[in-house]
């Protein structure tokens, strides 16, 4: 037995005469990434010629894992396959259970769900804005937008004890109840955000350094949209009216008003004002859910759980996220299989990345809101 | 003998000058000093605390305790000696500063035309960095430096030139290139910032200021979520503290230049009063034209950037230069 031989080698893709053009490894681990990614951008110059994707860097065997689990162990399960969704995977994830065995969710836990999960929205999609201005380099625009999601972190902790993982879903309702004191601390830090939100609004759409930046880069046309199936912002970004909210009706959204925000420019800045425009509609949706927050039950009583298929799908920050679960009457899942948002958009890259400029390249990853710890679990 | 005497005494003047006042130590120091407190200043205004004013000296000294690593596809020599390559035009420059009321500076032919060719040494040293580090990051690096130096070098010149031409036309005929004489011509009639026909001069050379310290919205060649700092990336240990300490120093050197160029004047009290009135006149042109505009700013691209300097400091600077030439 010899010991392997270590030799230092550089790969021979790697040409760094600028003339020729190269290969930019961006990624796997990269500051403008949040999560590990790998692209291999061919360049000439500035301008981006090719784009290879990579994945399976974080992949943690989460589907498998899920087998060896019981029903409720799955709902701890999902909730930590991502951070900044981590409630639309359990929620998703117990509709799927309720649908299967025909459970019907008392009228409270819907509106409580439904707030959970706009209140999440509305801290992942000020998350995404803020990177977007660190990216740039605009790094005041940065701290001000994240110390406004701080206020939705404050939100979350007060309401759901924790600043991420809410733990709010249980199979036939929710773990969490709120009261006429926790409603008053809700709206009223609610106002505190909307105010700020507007605000950061307006720098987005007016800001002439954030507009040259993100007007017309990383294009993704209407035709492009459908022919890739893209999803969430990212469709609605491309004129695209798409919105499980309303074309699932599930949880309290039937009863809820709300629009579905689409723009027209199909680049980096529409997805960014749709990121903005979608956290003041999220306010008002929270703020409806504790107007009209009806009395009751919060857990439905549990049948036993029959053997069969069932698929449930929501609207994630990200886009439609879809949950196929089948039992065998046993109560460990025999098959838990999901698809998630960032799976359908970033193929769509190739397209948004086609002779972009090398300076573009992590705003435009960055405008899908890639999700990689879901996609890859 | 007298001959000797003069030489001995003109060496060590050179190299007091270079290595401890106005360049070397002083520079370093104050560079150092205004590095920390555009660090503090920005932090305030993005409601942080901000690291002590003390932090970029302990960074310094922290580099100098680690190891040097270098990728094996490096060119050593290249690599190794293109951190020096700042450091030593940065002290050079900085030594031919000159500190109003304190000291003229080493004399030297046209000082600012010195200046003016030293002045891109630590760019070309990061370029050279870069390419010899072998990593496609610093090739990115390189080629965005270049673009940008071609960009920022022109306004520089053209407010080099409008105030050589006003002060040589003011005191009969020619450009006048020698720093002192500048200074002395300002102490004696008034600052040239507070002269309409140099105020376009004065906002070209603060719009040049960002670029070639390489901040935001200039820092393209370094950009660090775009090509992670580019030719600094393979960069560490002592050599890495170099390339910080040519940094510190140009940024002595540039503001300490806007300040001999339009506002040298004095105050009463020597030395002692001087040398922070010179201080303080750094760091309030280190607040307007660096820290102010990198907190309101994002970065541009290298393209928008190259057009930015094209279209702004350069018809600024050469709308002086033409007013000045004219005998305004």
């Not at chain 1, 004890?161 to 009223?188: H, P, S």
């Not at chain 2, 002595?252 to 040298?264: D, E």
Request: charged share 20%; proline share 6%; hydrophobic share 50%.
């Amino acid at each position: 037995m010899s010991a392997p031989v270590h030799t230092p080698h550089i790969d021979d893709h790697v040409n760094t005469d600028p003339r020729a053009g190269f290969t930019l490894p961006v990624g796997p681990l990269h500051v403008a990434l949040e999560e590990p990614m790998y692209f291999r951008v061919s360049v000439e110059g500035e301008t981006v010629k090719h784009v290879e994707i990579t994945a399976g860097h974080v992949h943690r065997g989460m589907e498998a894992l899920a087998l060896r689990r019981n029903l409720f162990q799955n709902i701890v399960l999902t909730e930590r396959v991502c951070s900044l969704c981590s409630n639309s995977h359990p929620f998703t994830y117990c509709m799927a259970v309720e649908n299967l065995a025909g459970i019907v969710v008392p009228e409270r836990a819907r509106y409580l769900r439904s707030m959970a999960e706009e209140i999440k929205r509305i801290a992942s999609h000020l998350f995404n804005v803020a990177i977007l201005a660190h990216i740039i380099g605009f790094k005041s625009l940065f701290m001000h937008v994240m110390e406004v999601r701080e206020i939705m972190q404050d939100i979350k902790e007060t309401v759901y004890g924790n600043r991420m993982d809410l733990a709010a879903n249980c199979i036939g309702g929710v773990k969490y109840d709120v009261d006429a004191d926790l409603l008053t601390f809700l709206t009223r830090n609610l106002d505190r955000v909307q105010k700020h939100v507007e605000e950061i609004y307006n720098i987005y759409r007016n800001d002439p350094m954030v507009r040259g930046r993100t007007v017309g880069v990383g294009m993704l046309p209407q035709d492009k949209a459908l022919e890739y199936a893209v999803v969430g912002p990212v469709a609605r970004g491309s004129g695209l009216a798409v919105d499980i909210r309303k074309d699932v009706p599930h949880a309290a959204y039937p009863r809820l008003a709300f629009d579905v925000i689409t723009e027209t420019g199909c680049d980096v800045h529409s997805r960014a004002m749709i990121r903005l425009r979608e956290a003041l509609e999220s306010i008002s949706l929270v703020r409806q859910c504790a107007r009209d927050l009806p009395g009751g039950d919060l857990v439905a009583r549990l049948p036993e759980i029959p053997a069969g298929e069932a698929v449930a799908r929501s609207e994630a920050p990200r886009g439609e996220l879809i949950y196929f679960l089948r039992t065998d009457g046993t109560d460990v899942p025999n098959r838990l299989k999901w698809r998630v948002p960032s799976y359908m958009n970033w193929d769509a890259l190739g397209v948004m990345m086609h002779d972009c400029k090398v300076s573009d390249v992590p705003l435009i990853v960055n405008s899908i809101d890639p999700c990689i710890s879901c996609t890859e679990r | 003998m007298s001959y000797a005497t003069e030489l001995f005494t003109q060496t060590g003047l050179g190299l007091l000058g270079l290595l401890v006042f106005p360049g070397g130590l002083f520079a370093l120091m104050v560079g150092l000093f205004l590095k920390g407190l555009d660090r503090r200043i920005e932090a305030r205004l993005q409601r942080r605390v901000g690291p002590p004013l003390i932090q970029p000296y302990l960074d310094i000294a922290k580099l100098f305790t680690k190891e040097t690593v270098m990728p094996a596809s490096a060119n050593r020599t290249a690599f190794l000696l293109a951190p020096l390559l700042g450091l030593t035009g940065m002290a050079v420059c900085a030594a031919l500063l000159p500190v109003p009321g304190v000291s003229g500076g080493l004399p030297a032919m046209g000082d600012l035309l010195v200046i003016f060719y030293l002045l891109p040494l630590p760019a070309i040293a990061l370029m050279v960095g870069g390419s010899a580090s072998s990593s496609p990051f610093g090739a990115m690096g390189f080629s965005r430096e270049m673009t940008l130096m071609f960009a920022y070098e022109m306004p520089l010149l053209a407010v080099m030139l409008a105030v050589a031409m006003k002060v040589g036309m003011a005191t009969g005929g020619g450009a006048e290139f020698s720093l002192a004489s500048i200074v002395n011509y300002q102490l004696t009639n008034g600052q040239l910032a507070f002269d309409p026909v140099m105020i376009p001069a004065l906002l070209a050379y603060l719009l040049f200021l960002p670029g070639t310290m390489g901040t935001v919205p200039f820092d393209v060649p370094e950009a660090e979520t775009e090509i992670i700092e580019g030719p600094l990336l393979e960069y560490s240990g002592p050599a890495l503290a170099f390339f910080h300490i040519a940094s510190a120093l140009k940024t002595v050197v540039v503001l300490g230049l806007g300040v001999a160029l339009f506002l040298p004047g004095t105050v009463p009290g020597g030395i002692l009063a001087n040398i922070p009135w010179f201080v303080l006149k750094c760091a309030a042109l280190m607040a307007v034209s660096l820290t102010l505009v990198k907190s309101a700013t994002g970065r541009f691209r290298v393209d928008q950037a190259f057009t930015f300097y094209l279209k702004y400091p350069s018809v600024l600077a050469l709308a002086s230069l033409v007013l000045a030439w004219r005998g305004m």
